[in-house]
């Protein structure tokens, strides 16, 4: 049976060299017989900054008015020009069309979310828009109108005045990827956008 080992006196930096070299006493701490450790991949800002986003899929959809999805691919085009605070279209905006309105949709995380929402409704001026955004459980529906961020709204009450794609999108029933390959209007010239929104006007 082991007995209890006298307590030790405390003698300050001495005294926990001592301590240390009589717990470590036996154990390999990679002296010369022992192999050299591999070499790991540098670890950078990247990997920070990726292993603390949740990997949880987002979806945003930013209903319109608009008859026409080119004539609102043209519109959000102008109206990142329009901007002033360098807001730029989110990369994988792409804009569909819907017996309701045109949408543009995006697997975009909120804040970005938003920057397209702003971008849209600055483009249609005084046509309010309503984005819905998810990820997970968490569901949203806010209100833009002339760029300018608004109320935030039930997305179950909204969400019945809109067509059933927007529904099945927010609900998971539908993704971007079964939509199609949609309106890029990020790589629009003004050109272009001027020629697609004169387009949808005459869709009218």
Known sequence: MSTAEPPRPSGG?????????????????????????????PFTVEDIISGGEDEEPAIA??????????????????????????????????????????????????GIAHELAAITSTALQRNGVVLFWRKGERMTATRYKEGERGEDVSPAIVMGAMDDLVEQLMLGAADVATLGEGYDPAVLTRDEALAWISQGRKER
């Open 61 to 110: 959809v930013v209903a319109t008015s608009v008859v026409s999805a080119k004539a609102l691919a043209g519109a959000i085009r102008l109206g990142r020009e329009a901007r002033t605070d360098g807001a730029e279209i989110p990369a994988g905006t792409r804009v569909h069309d819907t017996s309701m309105g045109a949408i543009a949709v995006g697997a975009l995380q909120e």
């Open 13 to 41: 930096d001495d005294d926990i060299d001592a301590e240390f070299a009589r717990l470590t006493q036996g154990l390999d701490l990679g002296g010369e017989n022992s192999e050299p450790p591999e070499e790991s991949e």
